[in-house]
């Protein structure tokens, strides 16, 4: 089992800046791939980033390709997502997912976070 928090949301400006942590607890947390989504109202639930359990490896959806940078520290369990150069269409609420399968991770997950807010303005 592995529980998971998201924190970091916020409404941020045009072109500005968040970055999204999650912390994770109750299993050992190298041993699974985590990966970030999101829900915009009225949308699917989108892929955007995923990372190995070792953090040796990354890919990304053309979401947030060349905008946001995935991460992780296995020391601090934690997951991290900074997200640059933000969108109105990056509104939306995100979510940290962990699964054992790095190749999986990407379309489903066992676990999920309940969501932390991003709400970007015009």
């Known amino acids: 089992q592995v529980q998971l928090v998201e924190s970091g949301g916020g409404l941020v400006q045009t072109g500005g800046s968040l970055r999204l942590s999650c912390a994770a607890s109750?299993?050992?947390?190298?041993?699974?791939?985590m990966a970030w989504f999101r829900q915009a109202p009225g949308k699917e639930r989108e892929f955007v980033a995923a990372?190995?359990?070792?953090?040796?490896?990354?890919y990304y959806s053309d979401v947030g390709k060349g905008r946001f940078t995935i991460s992780r520290d296995n020391a601090k369990n934690t997951l991290t997502l900074q997200m640059n150069s933000l969108k109105p269409e990056d509104t939306a609420v995100y979510y940290c997912?962990?699964?054992?399968?790095?190749?999986?991770?990407?379309?489903?997950?066992?676990?999920w976070g309940q969501g932390t807010q991003v709400t970007v303005s015009s």
């Open positions: 997912a962990a699964d054992p399968s790095f190749v999986r991770i990407g379309a489903e997950a066992d676990y």
């Open positions: 109750g299993s050992t947390f190298r041993a699974y791939a």
């Open positions: 990372i190995k359990g070792s953090g040796g490896s990354t």
